[in-house]
């Protein structure tokens, strides 16, 4: 189960303007052109696979798996506002779109791992994850222009986004005596990921699919171990915790003729996960059972320029995401 929230904030230098999750790429009294904003809050299902094969060679142990997911089922709103003060009242925007999101996963991993003697050994992993996540939805507007002459308007949105990823690294696994085995691994992440959105402002489309890509830089830390409680049976847990160098998340885009949007964004993801599992073995199988949790905050910001680049402008991204699950592993053989 995830839990997926993203707000956006810009701030234009020359005027009292402070926009929030606004998503319409205009501003009436400049002539210019916000960047577009993706405000969302998320929650989905997930159902995850995995499956894999082990080679012993020597002294080096060989486990090379595959995995995947698809999103079972869903909740998803995009609350878009926008709201300035130019004139008493000011003036607002408002839609509440409710919709839903589609998506899956897939990645493979490969573990080598030497055993240097009877209680130590040196693993090592290269692995690579792509995901996509497709939330839509629509909403009546309840802001200033959805009043008479057309109360209500219908606003309807689609986002999609894509993110490759790659992992490698290495650690070290002990048997530690009286404790069990515990282990402490290293490792870099690559993230590339994009953003596409398609907008219907009550008959107005804006299909913008020019985003470059948000690059990330990554040192994940994992902590293991593992305690036999009798022959057959064993507890075992860990603790993950990353973070990230943004080093792009920019809004750029080609809105019209002449009119662009050009704000760079950076600064840093981080995040925690715990995880809390156990193994049974029978005659010829061993099951594996667990539960984990875990959170993530990405935090940007950025200054740049909109509508013909005369604007200048600073910009706010946080987005916040927290998930639990439950599962279990069967291991086939003695």
Not at 183 to 200: I, P
Not at 237 to 258: I, P
Not at 290 to 301: L, S
Request: charged fraction near 30%; hydrophobic fraction near 30%.
């Amino acid at each position: 189960y995830r839990s997926e929230k993203q707000k956006e904030w810009f701030r234009e230098n020359d005027h009292e303007l402070d926009v929030k999750n606004n998503v319409w790429p205009w501003e009436y009294f400049d002539g210019g052109f916000f960047p577009f904003m993706i405000p969302y809050d998320s929650s989905y299902w997930e159902l995850l696979g995995k499956a894999g094969v082990k080679k012993k060679l020597n002294a080096v142990d060989i486990d090379w798996s595959v995995r995947g997911g698809y999103i079972l089922s869903s909740d998803s709103e995009n609350q878009y506002e926008n709201t300035w003060e130019y004139s008493p009242g000011g003036h607002d925007y408002h839609a509440d779109a409710k919709g839903d999101v589609r998506g899956y996963r897939i990645g493979s991993d490969l573990w080598i791992r030497r055993q240097v003697n009877e209680g130590l050994s040196l693993p090592f992993l290269v692995s690579v994850d792509y995901t996509k996540k497709d939330r839509d939805g629509e909403g009546r507007g309840t802001g200033y222009v959805d009043g008479d002459p057309f109360p209500g308007r219908l606003y309807q949105y689609e986002h999609i986004t894509r993110t490759f990823e790659v992992k490698a690294g290495g650690g070290i696994e002990k048997e530690v005596k009286g404790c069990g085995r515990v282990g402490a691994g290293l490792y870099y992440n690559y993230l590339q990921s994009r953003d596409d959105l398609w907008f219907d402002d009550y008959g107005n489309i804006y299909n913008n699919t020019r985003y470059p890509s948000n690059k990330e830089h990554r040192l994940v830390l994992n902590l293991a171990g593992e305690r036999e409680v009798c022959s057959d049976f064993t507890l075992r847990g860990g603790l993950d915790f990353f973070y990230g160098w943004v080093v792009s998340d920019d809004y750029k885009s080609y809105v019209s003729d002449g009119d662009i949007v050009d704000i760079s964004l950076d600064g840093k993801n981080w995040g925690i996960g715990a995880s809390l599992g156990a193994s049974k073995k029978f005659s010829c199988v061993t099951l594996e059972p667990f539960i984990k949790a875990g959170y993530r905050e990405f935090d940007v910001n950025g200054n740049g320029s909109w509508g013909t680049g005369d604007y200048r402008g600073s910009m706010d991204k946080l987005k916040t995401e927290w998930f639990t699950g439950a599962g279990f592993s069967l291991l086939f053989g003695k």
